[in-house]
C-alpha cells in the first residue's frame, strides 16, 4: 500500500512543507530512502524500527521505499522520525490513513517510542500557518514553543502510541492553548548590576544612553580597569523590553540554532551574545555544514559586544560590515544559500595600545609609535565608519572611586530611553522599510527628519574637514544629532546638538588619523 505524510523542513528560518511517501511492497525485505536524506535522515530506519516494536506495532517484514518530495531539496535532521513511523504503520493498515492526512507531524523517536524535542519549531509552525495547515502533532517537549503561534490546533505527545492513539480517536489528545505574552521585565537585572554602581564614568554613560536610544553602535576606548566592561554589561539593562513581534523573531533563530530555553518556549529578554576573540567566521556571522544562525544573527535585537576588539581577526571584524550595514546576513553554502536577520547594536571596548596607557592621564606608555599603529589599525577606516559613537574612558580618580552617593541607577535611564524609542516608532510607522530606530534611517530619511541650519552645517563642514571623516560618517553624525535632540524634547536639531555627535567622532583623529 502506499501512503503519503506530511511533514515540514527547515530553509534558514523558513519552513516548508515535505510530503514522505511510503511504499510497501512483496519481495525481499528492504527499505531504501530516496529524496536526498541526509545521514542522520538515513539512520532514522533503525529508531523507527525499534519505536514501532517497542511500542507494540508490527514492523512489516516487506520492502519498504520511502520517499521524501520534493526531491530536490537535502532533508536534514531527526525531525522525520514521526511521520515516517506513521506512514509505515498506515501503509501497513495498523492505522487509519484517512486520518492522518488531517495532520502534519513533526518529531524525533526513541528506540521505546517517545518523543524527543526538535529545533526550529516556532519557525516551523508559522510558516505552517501561512501555508494554511491547520493541526500539528509535536513533541510534548516542545509545547512551551508551541503555545505562542495563534491559528492552529498544536498537539504535543509524549511517544508514538499517543499520537497513533489520538488519530485513532481511542484516546484523544487536547489541543494546546493559547498563552498570552508578557516580557519579564525583571531580566535585564539578570548579569547582577545596574547603571548606579558604576562610579564616574559621566561622559561614557551619556553615550551609552544616547547609543541605546537610537540604536547606534558604540566603540569606548580606554584603559584597562578602567570600567569598558562593566559599562558593557550595564546596557542590556537600559534597554527596552522586547515586544511581542521581536521576541517571536529572536525565538526562531535561537530555536534553528538548538539554544532555546524549553521551560519558556519563547525569548523573553533581549539577547546579550559575547563571543571570545578566538570566534571563528562562520561561528560569528553564520554557517557551517547547515548554515546556520552565527553570533551576530543570535544578538538580533540586542547587543554583540566585542571585548579588545583588536584581538579578534581581521577577516572576522570586516565581515561585521555587511550586517552593520544592512541588518541582515546572506550565508551561502553548496546546498543552499540563507538569510539571516541581524539587527544588533555593537558595543566594542578596546584598549588604546598594547600596554593599555596611551593618552592615561595617570599612567605611562610604553609602546611604541609603530606597535600602536599596528595594534589600533586591526580597526579599518569603513568599520569605523559604521560605528556612530566613540567614547574614551579612562581610569578615574580616588575622589570618584570614594564617592558614597550612588549614581543615577539604569531605571531612571530606562525610562529616558523608552520614552525616546516612542517617538521613533511614531516618527517611522509609516517607512516602508519597517525600520525603528534612528540608527536606521536611510539617507532619503535623514533629509527629511535631521534637518539643519546655516550654523551646524557650517560645523558639520568644519569636522567633515578637520576629521577627515567620510561621508558615511557626515551622515551618521546626524542620525546621533537626531537622537540627542529627541533625549532632550527638541523637535528640530540644534547646534549644540550636533556638537555633542560630532564629539563622539573626535577619536577618529587622536587614534586613527
Request: aromatic share 6%; charged share 25%; glycine share 8%.
Amino acid at each position: 500500500m502506499l501512503t503519503k505524510t506530511k511533514s515540514y523542513a527547515l530553509k534558514g528560518l523558513e519552513g516548508y512543507a515535505v510530503d514522505i511517501e511510503v511504499d510497501i511492497t512483496g519481495g525481499v525485505p528492504s527499505l531504501e530512502m530516496v529524496g536526498l536524506p541526509d545521514a542522520v535522515v538515513k539512520e532514522s530506519k533503525d529508531r523507527v524500527r525499534s519505536a514501532i516494536v517497542n511500542s507494540e506495532y508490527e514492523y512489516p517484514i516487506k520492502r519498504l521505499t520511502i520517499n521524501f518530495a520534493p526531491a530536490e531539496t537535502r532533508k536534514e535532521g531527526s525531525i522525520f522520525d514521526l511521520p515516517i513511523a506513521i506512514g509505515i504503520l498506515s501503509a501497513s493498515e495498523q492505522t487509519d490513513y484517512k486520518a492522518t492526512q488531517d495532520y502534519v507531524f513533526l518529531g524525533e523517536l526513541s528506540l521505546d517510542g517517545s518523543l524527543r524535542r526538535i529545533s526550529g519549531l516556532m519557525a516551523i509552525l508559522i510558516s505552517g500557518v501561512q501555508e494554511g495547515f491547520k493541526k500539528f502533532i509535536i513533541p510534548y517537549e516542545n509545547r512551551n514553543e508551541a503555545c505562542y503561534v495563534e491559528g492552529l490546533e498544536v498537539y504535543a505527545a509524549r511517544n508514538l502510541k499517543e499520537v497513533v492513539d489520538h488519530i485513532s480517536g481511542n484516546n484523544p489528545i487536547e489541543p494546546l492553548e493559547i498563552v498570552k505574552f508578557d516580557a519579564d521585565t525583571t531580566a535585564t537585572t539578570k548579569y547582577g548590576i545596574d547603571f548606579s554602581e558604576v562610579k564616574g564614568q559621566t561622559t561614557a554613560k551619556r553615550a551609552l544612553e544616547i547609543a541605546v536610544a537610537g540604536g547606534h553602535n558604540v566603540l569606548m576606548v580606554g584603559a584597562p580597569g578602567a570600567g569598558k566592561t562593566m559599562l558593557a554589561k550595564c546596557v542590556l539593562t537600559i534597554m527596552p523590553e522586547l515586544s511581542f513581534e521581536e521576541a517571536v523573531e529572536v525565538t526562531k533563530i535561537h530555536s534553528v540554532a538548538g539554544l532555546l530555553d524549553a521551560t519558556n518556549g519563547i525569548v523573553k529578554t533581549r539577547p546579550f551574545r559575547t563571543p571570545h576573540h578566538s570566534v571563528t567566521l562562520p561561528a560569528l556571522i553564520g554557517g557551517d555544514r547547515k548554515a546556520k544562525p552565527g553570533e551576530v544573527s543570535l544578538a538580533h535585537y540586542g547587543v554583540l559586544f566585542l571585548d579588545e576588539v583588536p584581538e579578534y581577526s581581521r577577516k572576522a571584524l570586516e565581515a561585521l560590515r555587511q550586517p552593520m550595514e544592512d541588518g541582515k546576513v546572506t550565508v551561502s553554502r553548496v546546498m543552499q544559500t540563507v538569510d539571516y536577520p541581524a539587527r544588533f547594536m555593537l558595543v566594542g571596548s578596546m584598549n588604546p595600545c598594547p600596554c593599555g596607557n596611551f593618552g592615561s592621564r595617570n599612567k605611562e606608555c610604553t609602546c611604541t609609535p609603530q606597535q600602536i599603529r599596528n595594534y589600533i589599525g586591526k580597526l579599518s577606516g569603513p568599520l569605523l565608519d559604521r560605528i556612530d559613537i566613540q567614547v574614551e574612558v579612562d581610569s578615574i580618580s580616588y575622589e570618584e572611586f570614594a564617592e558614597e552617593a550612588p549614581s543615577e541607577p539604569s531605571s531612571a535611564i530606562r525610562e529616558r530611553v523608552k520614552r525616546v524609542r516612542e517617538i521613533e516608532q511614531e516618527r517611522f510607522k509609516d517607512n516602508a522599510k519597517g525600520i525603528h530606530t534612528n540608527a536606521e534611517m536611510s539617507n532619503a530619511d535623514i533629509q527629511k527628519f535631521c534637518k539643519i541650519d546655516k550654523e551646524s552645517q557650517a560645523l558639520i563642514e568644519i569636522a567633515f574637514v578637520k576629521l577627515g571623516l567620510s561621508a558615511r560618517a557626515s551622515y551618521r553624525i546626524l542620525r546621533v544629532a537626531r537622537t540627542i535632540a529627541d533625549i532632550e524634547g527638541c523637535e528640530n536639531i540644534q547646534t549644540e546638538h550636533i556638537a555633542e555627535a560630532i564629539q563622539y567622532r573626535s577619536l577618529d583623529r587622536k587614534y586613527w588619523r
